[in-house]
């Protein structure tokens, strides 16, 4: 993007999860952006529901996906350096948290990361075919810290339907869904909207959750 200059980029060699960090002064943006997986069919088939407890200040009872919070760990301290040191250099920017798929889960707890490291910085996220993240008191949490928060599912996308409810996985808000007809609707602010993609009773796609806004994950160097 033009004007945007990449400060740090990072990647943990045990899970393999990438991420960079930049800026760009004429949008007044720090940008926090996570790489999904891979290899999206295997990591959907090896995708386990086992929680950890997530223990943030007044995030009592919240438990969240056990291996999102570990690939997350690995990396949260540059996370914590390398976003605080361009809040003290941009102090009048916002903070631009993003990710896709597996990004989209890590975006989640860097956001909160941000938040409760420095409480003064407007965090905005921005998620694209992100899987629940955690259980409902995660995603109370979740709405009293950040109040900006888009999370895009594209159609049929097999990813964001898990971890299942069944296993008392909640999505954090707000879905704006991207209907097969193309029209995009804003769902309501509880996160599982019943009228959005949770409402589907369809086979699920692999092919949707590869393609969100006209960008096809893994091709054209994307």
Not at 83 to 92: H, S, Y
């Amino acid at each position: 993007t033009t004007g945007f200059v990449m400060t740090k980029y990072f990647v943990d060699e045990k899970t393999k999860t990438e991420a960079y960090v930049g800026y760009r002064a004429a949008s007044k943006a720090i940008v926090v952006a996570f790489e999904g997986s891979h290899n999206t069919q295997n990591w959907i088939v090896n995708l386990q529901f086992l929680k950890a407890d997530f223990d943030y200040p007044g995030a009592e009872h919240a438990r969240v996906h056990g291996g999102f919070y570990k690939a997350y760990k690995n990396i949260q301290v540059d996370v914590e350096n390398d976003v605080g040191a361009l809040v003290d250099q941009f102090p009048d920017y916002q903070v631009y948290v993003t990710g896709h798929s597996l990004g989209g889960a890590l975006a989640a707890f860097a956001a909160l990361d941000i938040t409760v490291n420095r409480p003064h910085v407007p965090v905005n996220v921005y998620t694209f075919g992100s899987p629940r993240v955690g259980n409902d008191a995660f995603q109370l949490y979740f709405q009293a810290q950040i109040s900006n928060s888009i999370r895009v599912v594209n159609k049929a996308d097999i990813v964001p339907p898990l971890p299942p409810r069944a296993f008392n996985f909640h999505h954090v808000p707000r879905e704006v869904w991207v209907e097969k007809s193309g029209v995009i609707v804003v769902c309501n602010g509880s996160g599982e909207d019943p009228h959005c993609s949770d409402s589907l009773r369809t086979p699920w796609s692999t092919k949707d959750h590869l393609e969100y806004l006209g960008v096809v994950q893994g091709q054209g160097a994307c």
